[in-house]
Structures are given as C-alpha cells and as structure tokens.
C-alpha cells in the first residue's frame, strides 16, 4: 500500500522486472522518476522548448542519469530475468519480434494484410516500395535514448544507439528532438547531427517517450521515426505502467489512433507485467493506416500522445480534487498559508516562480464556492495557457477569499470533506518552498504544519512536511525558528517509520537543522523517542543493510553534530559508525554519485581535525578509492575527491606523502588546474594547497612536476576571488625559503603581484598578500628585501598595520622583523628604511592592540637593537625608550621577556658605545628595575614565569649578566 501510494507510475514498472528490490534500487528509480517529472514541470512552467534547452545543458544530472539508468538496467533488471519466469525483459521481446518479422517471414503476412485492405478501397501499391532482400541484409537498427546499448550484443543487429547523454563510449551522442533527417548520417564533432531518411529497419523507443516533457514533443518523435524507417520497417515502443491491462487501456488505443494517423499499424501489442510493449509497421502506403483511423475516429480517443502520468498533479503527492472543499477556520488556515505573503509583490514574484499548473490545481475546489458570475472571466484565465493571465486570474482569486467570511462561510457550509483539499495546498507549500524565493514562515506557520507530520497522518504527509521544513531550514534564523517550535522531536519520530520517502527528507532536514548551529545541534543529540535519544536512533540508521541513501544521510547528520560541537570527534559515534560507513561507501563497489557524496561528507568531517584524519587514512583503501574518483568525467566527483583529499592531507606528513604517492595523482591534480569547470579548478588548488604543506614534497614532487607554473597561470589570468584565495594560500608554501620553486616563481614578478593582493578588499587575499611576502623575506637577499619594500610602499604598509584583520597586521609586522634579520642584515636595512620600520614599530605599541601583536613589535625592536649601528634607531628615540623601560615590568610576562631581551642587546658589552647606552639606560631607571627583577627570583611564581621557555631562561640569564655589569660601571 505504502509502495503504490509513493511510487505510482514510474517505479512499479521499472521495479517490477526484478525479482527482488533492494532500497538502491528504488532510490535509483526514484531519482529517474524525478528528473522526468521536473522536466514536465519546468516545461510547464518556462514552456518545452526553453526548459528542453536548459535540462539539456545541465550535464551533471544527465550524467546522473546515464549512470543510474546504468545500473538500475545492468544490475536489477537484465541480472534478474530468471529464465523460467512469466516476466519478459524488453529487450528480449524486441528481439523476437524483429527475428520473427524479418527472418521467419512474418513480414510477407502483414505485406498481404495491408494489399488486401488497399484492394478493398481500390488503393493501387506501388510494390517498388516494399522491402527489397530483408532476409538477407543487417537489420538496421536506431535505438533512441540508447544509454547503454542493451541491444549491441545482438549479433542480427546493425545498431545504431544514440542517446543525449550516453553511458556507455559505444553510444553515439545525439538529441533525437533537434538531429535532422536528410540524405546522409553526418557526424560533427563527436555528435550525430544528421540521420539519412528511409534507411533503418527498426526505430526503437524503449523508456524513451516518458522522458519527453509533452505529448506533441511525444508525437513529433514518432513522426521523425517514421521518416527514418524504410518502408514495412517497426517502430517498437515499450512504455512502463504497473497497472493491469484495462487501467490506461484509452491511452494505448489513443496512441495506436495517432500513429495511425501518422501511417502506422499496430501489429503486436502485449502488456507484460510492468510494461506495454507495442509494434508498429510503416505501412508501404500511409493511406491504409489512416484508413483505420478514419474507421475509428468516431471513439473516445485522445488526440494528444498523453501518458499517464501526465494526469497527476504530481506523482508521488496527494491530489487536488475538484468537489473537495474546506471544512472549518482551522483548515482555512492552511488554506491561507499559500498565499499568505505580506506583500501582493511578493506574492506575484512567487507565483512566477511557482508551477502555474499546480497552482490551477490547488484553486480548483474554490471555482465550485466562487461568486460564479463575477469571477467567470478570471476563472476561464486559469487555465489560459498564457502564464501571466492565469497570474492575473490566481491574484483576483485569492483577493476575493481572503478576508472574506462570506466566501468562508461559504466554503464551510458546502464542504463535506476538505482532506484532499489540505493535501493539495500541502503540496503547493512544498513546490513554494522549494523554490529560489523565500517564503516567510512564522512559528505558528511551522507549528501548523508539524500538526500534520504526527504518526496518525498519511506516508505522503508525512513526507511532503519533511521535504517543506528541508527546504525551509537554509540558514540561521530558519534552524533557531525550526527548533523553537520543537522541530527535532517530530522528526525523531518521523525517523522510526519504515519508509525512505519519509526518512530521507527527515534527515535531510535534520543535517540542515545542525549545520553550523552548536545550540540546535545539541537539543537535536537531546531529543528522546520512546526513551531513546537521537543519536542511538542514527546509530541504527547505519546498519549495513540500510539503503546508501539512508546511510549517506545518516552520516551526514552525526557529522554536522560533531562539527558544530554537539558530539565529540572522538564520540564513538563518529569514530566507529559514521566515518567507516563513509570511508566504506567511497569504494568503487558503490555507484558514482553515492560515492562522491560519501567523500564530500568525509571531507567536512575531517577537515579540522587531525586523529580523525588519521583514521581516515589509516589503511590505503580510501586514498585509492578518491583517487580512483579523479578518474570520473563528472565535475563533481571530481570535486568531491579533491576535497576529500585535501581535508585527509591537511596536517599529517605521512599522509600527505601516501597521498602525493598515489598513482599518478599529481598528474591529475595538475589537470584538475586546467580543469574547465571552475569548481574543479578550485578543489584542485585547495588538495595542492594542503600537499604543499609538506617540506619534503615541496623539495621533491613540487619541484619535479613545475607545479608553479599552473599556478602562477592561474593567479595571472584574474581568476574569481574564491580561487585567487585558494591559489595565493598554496603559493605562500611554495614560496618558503626551502621550496626550491622559490626562485622561478621570483622571476615571474610575484613580488608585484602580491603587492597587489595586500591592496584587495578580500581580507584573505591581503592577508595571503602579506604572509607570501613574509615568507620570501624570511633569510633572503638584501637586494630582495628592498625589492617587496619598494614593491609595497611606505603607505601600503601603514595600511597594513592598521588593518581590520588582526592576521593581516601579525604577518606585516612578521614581515618587518624579517626585514631586519639575521644580524648581518639589520644595520643595511635600517639605514635605507629605518624611519618607516621605527615609525611603524611606534604605531603599534602605541595602538590598542593584543600583547600578541605587541611582543611581535618589541621582538623587532630586539633585533634593530641586535645591529651594531641600528642601535642607534632606539637610542635616539626617547620615547621609545621610555616604552621599553615601562615594558620591563608589564603584567605581561611575554611583553616584560621581549622588552629585556631588547635591552639585553642595547647594552651588550664589547660593541662601540656600549657604555654611553648603559649609562643612558642606568639613568632611566633601567638598573634599578633589573635589579628588582633579580630579587624576584627567588619568588617562584616569577621565576617560572620568566624560565618557562628556554629561550625565556636564556633571556632572564642574559638580564642577570647584564645586571653585573651594570653594576660593575
Ligand atoms: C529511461 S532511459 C531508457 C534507456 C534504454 N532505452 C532502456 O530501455 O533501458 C531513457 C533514455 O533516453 C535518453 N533520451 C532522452 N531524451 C532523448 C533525446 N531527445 N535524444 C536522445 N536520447 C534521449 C535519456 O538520456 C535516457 O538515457
């Protein structure tokens, strides 16, 4: 019961040629089903020819499809037909039927039918026109939506199988819709553009016309069929319908009049279990075909190529009924909600944006309680196929029912039962939701709808509710709104029913509700069901004979908990249930699509942290599972690996090494650099990034396969923000001073380029800016030094300084004490741009800054004081001095430790003029504060303080020397 309510038309058919179901199985169906319904949609709403245009384009989910079409067809279907079964495979059928047509002969008796039927209207056939030497030629075959060539092992065959997006390298690439039909087959760039007319014995349409948005795209079809057959050759359609031979008996009679019509005659029709299979010869003269319409022409026929699913509102959903109305205020309520909107601009734009035939759907039970007279006219626009006159008329309607108790009134006192009726605004909510547009749903709204979620309500409710709140649940305010009204008990519950339709979304939602949200991902941990809390709930969810789907999902939950802070990375949860079914569903033994969810989910999960990274890595298997990944022509797969691979890689050496070690995958991350899809681009940057972490790699892998080179290409060719963040981050470690890439990359003129990156509005390009800068400073050449100096300008670096992101500050002043470092170096450098160092040094300590960035100052100061003439710098600033002595007995022990060792260097003895700073120093207090300090040591508390690092030990013992020397003056 559940089945037919959920799976009403594709499924069934698809799922009935198998002898056994599996959950991936139905999901595979399902998403099948899906893409064809959004096909109908979306033409219904943009009109066919637009929305062919854009499902056309959209190669990822064709992608998707072929490989789900694949896999649903190789492994349950074709694997299943057990040889002693009633079941048929289509496949087969096709076959016998041709070999018993054009090898047995059978087509002589149709020849004779179709003579004798022309002799009765004394229609003269020009019998040139029959088929020449049938027996004895190939069968040409052309299989339209071929996807994987089912029929190529057949040896009787020449076929030519052509599909939009073909699963197989066999098929040929074509759109039936648009290749012509001319005097030759004509192949351009790997797409058939041209079909030769009369040429093919056999048109086949096996689950193909289902997939066509329209009943006239349908016929058209049927019609370039025609054209291509040579005459007395089959167009064979097989079509799914699970339901007994009588169901849509009307439509099969209907098609068998259209292509009558066409010049077709029907010559076998069976309806297997979950499929009509039906024949049809061109006839040698069309007349005689259309001689048989003409004949019945007078029955209920369709004139349309309907199918039946072009009859619901929408497959898996309730439907609207036209004598249904609303029963009390209550479900008025509901009612109201599909156009509550607190603007009638809003309301228009979301009607655009909506399914106008839905929409109709929905308004229908109101006609019947209208004021007749009035609203006729916009109630004829309803179904005027011009969308902005069915707008019009959807507006006028709903201004006459809202704030009209009269109309309630009158709705309420005609209403028998309003069930359907609530199902139906259900569904128009859900389409709202779901759409780009935001609707603005208050916790009353929420609450309402939670009301018809309850265990007591229908599967399809049940599942529309969780689809709508999924869908609603897109940031912040949405999670906190969702939670407040109690959100994550009714989804607990919903999560025990035994129904993926309803499971999935409930998840879904679930991991939408936890993303990023620490408060709502811990009262989601906390909610119980039957005295079990959640999470025990999601642990029973990752039994390994739970459908993938249901696994992906679960995981996908546990990992946003642990994210946002709700459970542990170390919860056992995560470690011993979520991340192997992750790790596990990577394999190449699972579908592509499944896998590269898998792998993106894997890669949140272990992007901050390290152990579960290891784990992660802990065996091979994944590493070569993602790389295997790399090998898919599908973007985001590509995508998904990359990441994964980056997350995996991005704190242990070790890994990073297996990872850079696997097959061949530093080729294809540098063809992932050139990659075309932008998103591919951006993964790959982001893996090398995180390999280029690596001292080793950057030594050897780094340097052997030129990775600059693409990179500095990228980052040239103004790339979007995103990657130029992503490129400049992998290049700051290409540009440390070990990274034999270093001096390549100098002569592109990086230094410029960085430059210009500490100027952008984008605070992480500024920052990478300056880090980059920072790191090629770090013991390089003086000629280079002055080089970024001049490069960045004495402004641009007083801008830094004062940047809004501390980051960036902390790297200039890094790139500073660069500057004037090793010893060597300082008193050069501080000769030819001492002012700006000592100015910007000032600013700082002067600023209202973290003592981070303050001990960072005074470290620079220690090294100017380190020269031998830069001392000078210090010595004749008394302000700085003044600083200094006030630093020595900071609170701050790091701030007091980097103002000794400043002083320590000033007053170091053997160097000229030593005696000249300590007599100044001793004159500003310096002594007496040293020696207060000293007589703190044996304050325990001070003296860890002060020793607690080695290089603080070294300092407070460099400060006792000085001491005695002063003391000594
Ligand atoms: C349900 S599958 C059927 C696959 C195969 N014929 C079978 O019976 O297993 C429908 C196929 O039609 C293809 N298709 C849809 N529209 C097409 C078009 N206009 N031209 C070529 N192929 C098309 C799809 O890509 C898909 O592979």
Redesign the pocket.
Known sequence: MILSVLYTQYQPALQGLVSMASNEHLNLSEF?KNVHQQLRDDSKIMGSEKAWNEHIKNEKQ?QQ??TA?KQL?VNYWDNNINKNSKEMS?IAWVCDLCLDYFRKNKLQDYRHKEKSVAEKINLDIDINKQLSNYEDEHIRMLD????YN?FGRYEHFHVIP????PATSDVLK????TVNVGSCTKMVSGELQMLQNNSFHIVVF???LE??PTPEIRLSCCQKAYNLLLNEGLLFI?TPDSKHVGANAKLMKSWQFLLAMLGFSRIRYQKLQHIHCMAFRKNLSNVTAVRWAELHQNKDFYKKMYIPQDFKIESTEPTASSNNFIKNDNHIYTLEDCFNFSDVDNFVKTIKAFNTYRMVAVMYPFMAFMNVESSRCYMDDLYSPDPDKCLASIVCIKNSVIGSNRQKQSIIAQDENNERLIDACLCCLRTLTQQSVRVNFTGKHIEKLLSYAGLEENLSRQACIAHMLSALCRGLPEQNLLCSVGTQQVLATLLNIENSAVRLPTLTCLAAMCFENRNVAVEVVNTMFRNVESPNIFVSLLARDRSIETLLETAKCLTNMCRSGALAPNDSMIVYRAMPTLVRICQSDHLEIHRAAAANTLAYLTEVDSSLQQLAALSNQLINALNDLLSFPTASTKIAAFTAFASIGANDEDIRKRIIETHRLIEKVLEGLADQDEGVRLAAVRCLHSLSRSVQQLRTTFQDHTIWRPLMSLLSGNPPTELLIAASSALCNLLLEFSPSKEPILQQGVVQLLATLTAKSEPALRLNGVWALMNMTFQTDQRLKSQILTALGTDQIFRLLADSDVRVLMKTLGLLRNLVSPRNHTDTMMALHGSQVMQAVVLVLEGPHSPEVKEQALCILGNIADGERSKDHIMANEDVLKKLTDYMTHSDSSLQTAAIFCISNLVRRDEPGYAERQARLRDMGVLTILHQLVSTVSDNLLYDKLCFKSRKANIYLRCLLVDIELSLD
């Open positions: 099948i064709l499809y072929a079409m067809a289509r339209v939506g071929s996807c089912a052509i599909d939009i997006a074509c759109d039936f819709l096996s689950l193909f997939y066509l097989i």
